[in-house]
């Protein structure tokens, strides 16, 4: 198990950009597949980007080529750069992590088993 703390939300306007970061605990997390969620008030919690332990990722078609996700194994930490801002990403971001075996992206949320508490983004219009 790892404990994952987020940090970096904030209040941007749109176009903005924003860097999110996810620290986390335990001396394995180069064996962990690292995802970023968000949760908007009244809608369900969605994939926004994922990486393998090997770096591999995936994104949300709703932020290719806006965000981009990577990792600092040295620091066990995973980022989540956010470009070009609109309202609608306005939402809690949340890091996860799963332990795989093979360097695979995961996507689905029920997959992950470990969760940090979330970090607020905001964008004005």
């Known amino acids: 198990q790892v404990q994952l703390v987020e940090s970096g939300g904030g209040l941007v306007q749109a176009g903005g950009s924003l860097r999110l970061s996810c620290a986390a605990s335990?001396?394995?997390?180069?064996?962990?597949?690292m995802g970023w969620f968000r949760q908007a008030p009244g809608k369900e919690r969605e994939f926004v980007a994922a990486?393998?332990?090997?770096?591999?990722?995936y994104y949300a078609d709703s932020v290719k080529g806006r965000f981009t996700i990577s990792r600092d194994n040295a620091r066990n930490t995973v980022y989540l750069q956010m470009n070009s801002l609109k309202p609608e990403d306005a939402a809690v971001y949340y890091c996860?992590?799963?332990?795989?075996?093979?360097?695979?992206?995961?996507?689905?949320?029920?997959?992950?088993?470990?969760w940090g508490q979330g970090t607020q983004v905001t964008v004005s219009s």
């Open positions: 996860a992590a799963v332990k795989t075996l093979a360097p695979r992206v995961v996507t689905t949320a029920n997959e992950y088993d470990n």
């Open positions: 335990g001396r394995t997390f180069s064996s962990y597949s």
């Open positions: 990486i393998s332990w090997r770096g591999g990722t």
